[in-house]
């Protein structure tokens, strides 16, 4: 059974910063060679969840268009940790941020929820302007 638990969110004024993080387990998922994806991703109120960036085993990334230059994902597979570094903040990030996992070492670079089997509780983030 996969678990992720987020935690960092929380408010930011607008241009500022927040670390997200995901524990994650078992250990497996932090396996260079065990396919699998890691994501996060983001949900609007009213709106479905759309993805904000990704991570695959081998470390290839896949961002947002949105938040391209802005956020930055990152895998430390010694403490089994996904974390979303959001800089630059704005109020339309505004959102509840979720972790996501998958047994698929590779995912279209458009990736949406269907491809991921395993979520957190999610962890909201604020941003005022």
């Known amino acids: 059974q996969v678990q992720l638990v987020e935690s960092g969110g929380g408010s930011a004024q607008a241009g500022g910063s927040l670390r997200l993080s995901c524990a994650f387990s078992?250990?497996?998922?932090?396996?260079?060679?065990?396919?699998?994806?890691m994501a996060w991703f983001r949900q609007f109120p009213g709106k479905e969840r759309e993805g904000v960036a990704s991570i695959s085993n081998s470390g290839n990334t896949i961002y947002a268009d949105a938040v391209k230059g802005r956020f930055t994902i990152s895998k430390d597979n010694t403490e089994n940790t996904l974390t979303l570094q959001l800089n630059a903040l704005k109020p339309e990030d505004t959102a509840m941020y979720y972790c996501a996992a998958t047994r698929l070492g590779s995912i279209p670079p458009d990736f949406v929820p269907r491809f991921f089997t395993f979520w957190g509780q999610g962890t909201q983030v604020t941003v005022s302007s």
């Open positions: 078992p250990s497996a998922y932090a396996s260079p060679t065990f396919p699998n994806s």
